[in-house]
């Protein structure tokens, strides 16, 4: 069922952009251990994309597939199966995955930062129970976590893309910085940035669509697409489905 979500921008929908003829895409917003609400949207993808027809159907994840929901572990493992399908699917990489890959190569300043920002959550969902988590120090627990998340897993979220230019749409994770050229954006930008790409008003050269700053609902502005609607605490995790110059969104 598509729902039509309350749009919290007061400037009018983004311009009339397109993707190509023959091209549907869906894009996922950040998940973040919500397992349950991704299988209930890639239901929803499914029984949308079969009632619109044939086209090159193509998924597109913002990012931010781990931390602060339950089941992490189960997320990126449905994300990898979704790849081992053969179904057309591109992952961008959030600022959450750049953090967890880091405290598995190893780095103590990322694994405390990891669990600071949500990554208990995905520590447990690794096969720790929380008597053993809360016995362990970080230096104990970094050997142990290295060892319980499976190599397929850690190859897998390295093969995360920093951005998707797409007809007159450029997805990313978080935004851009405004007035750079898109192929000298920084990863780190791409990644975190929040109030310089958000307060901008002006054209980007592309309608940006990302996830990683939390909105009520979708957020249209004339130059960006917002579609983190909280799923981890709000139960709604959303899509945005495009084709042609056609938008419209799913939602749990």
């Keep these: 069922m598509v729902l039509k979500l309350l749009r919290r921008a007061i400037e009018p929908a983004p311009s009339a952009a397109q993707v190509p003829a023959g091209t549907r895409i869906y894009a996922i917003g950040d998940i973040h251990g919500r397992l ?83 990554g208990r959550a995905t520590i447990l969902s690794y096969g720790f129970d929380e008597a053993e988590y809360d016995r362990l120090d970080y230096d104990a627990l970094m050997p142990e976590l ?3 998340v499976p190599a397929e897993h850690v190859a897998f979220l390295k093969s995360f893309e920093d951005r998707i230019a797409i007809g007159d ?33 002006g054209d980007h050269g592309a309608v940006i669509v990302h996830g990683h700053t939390i909105t009520d609902a979708v957020e249209e502005r004339p130059n960006r697409i917002g579609i983190d609607t909280g799923a981890f605490a709000s139960g709604r995790l959303t899509a945005l489905g495009l084709e042609a110059g056609e938008r419209w969104y799913l939602s749990t």
């Design 169 to 201: 749409y450029l997805f990313v994770h978080a935004g851009i910085r405004p007035r750079v050229p898109i192929d000298e954006q920084s990863g780190g930008d791409l990644r975190w940035i929040r109030s310089e790409f958000l307060d901008f008003r």
């Design 36 to 118: 349950d609400l991704l299988d209930q949207l890639l239901f929803r993808i499914d029984t949308d994309d079969q009632a619109r027809g044939g086209a090159e159907t193509q998924l597109i994840f913002l990012g931010d597939l781990v931390d602060r929901g339950p089941n992490s572990a189960g997320v990126v493992q449905r994300a990898l199966e979704v790849r081992q399908s053969g179904r057309a699917a591109r992952f961008l990489m959030g600022n959450h995955e750049e953090v967890f890959l880091k405290a598995l190569g190893g780095s103590l300043e990322a694994l405390r930062f990891f669990v600071k920002i949500g």
């Design 146 to 148: 290295i060892a319980r």
